[in-house]
C-alpha cells in the first residue's frame, strides 16, 4: 500500500483527474517532499504543490503519512493524512481530507466536493494495489 502511495510519478496511470506529477524536493531519506500535481477534475483545474511528512510510518508500512498545500492557483486547502494500519490479512487505510477552494462556493457544495474527492481517491488507491496484486 505504501509503495503504491510515494510512487508519485505513477498516479496519473491509476488517478484519473491527476495529469501529471513532478517531484520537486526528496528528503534525507528519500521520501518525496514537496510533489508538483496538474489536477483536471472538471469543473476544476489546477495545478498545485504538496508537501509531505513520513515521520510517521513504520519500517512495516504502517503509521500516517500527512501532507499540505503548499501553492496552488485555485485550491485554497487540501490538506490531509493517509493512516495505514497493518495486519496478517493486508492494511486498512483511513484517510482525512480537508478541501477547499478560492473561489465561492455554497458550503453544501463543498462538502459533497470533498466526498467526492476522497471516495475517488480511496477507490482508485484500492483498485491500483489490487492491480499489482
Known sequence: MLDVIADFEAYPEWAEQVKTVTILSEDGDGWADQVEYVLDAGAIKDTYVLEYNWDGIAEDGSGSVSWKLVRAGILKALDGTY???????????????????????????????????????????????????
Open 83 to 133: 493512516t495505514l494500519t497493518t495486519d496478517g490479512d493486508g492494511t486498512q487505510v483511513d484517510y482525512a481530507l480537508a478541501a477547499d477552494v478560492k473561489i465561492p462556493m455554497i458550503g453544501m457544495l463543498k462538502r459533497k466536493a470533498e466526498k467526492v474527492i476522497v471516495d475517488t481517491a480511496l477507490k482508485e488507491l484500492k483498485k491500483r494495489v489490487e492491480s499489482l496484486n
